[in-house]
């Protein structure tokens, strides 16, 4: 699995559709979101290069995701 990091927002966005399919993304808190995709495999990022701004465009991703995934 290639190495990703914080600006693959696609591909994180599907990683954690994978990893956690139940899970609606708008519930999920920045501090959450920033733990799963840093226990992601491949994960290659910094925890310190993580900031609002990415968090939220990963978690808009993955929510556009998940909502194809469940109609």
Do not use: C
Request: hydrophobic share 40%.
């Amino acid at each position: 699995m290639p190495e990703v990091n914080w600006t693959d927002t696609e591909e994180i966005a599907i990683r954690l559709l994978e990893a956690h399919p139940d899970v609606d993304p708008l519930t999920v808190r920045f501090t959450d979101l920033h733990r799963w995709v840093m226990e992601l495999d491949g994960f290659a990022g910094d925890a310190k290069e993580s900031n609002e701004k990415k968090l939220e465009a990963i978690q808009m991703a993955w929510y556009e995701e998940w909502q194809e995934e469940n109609g």
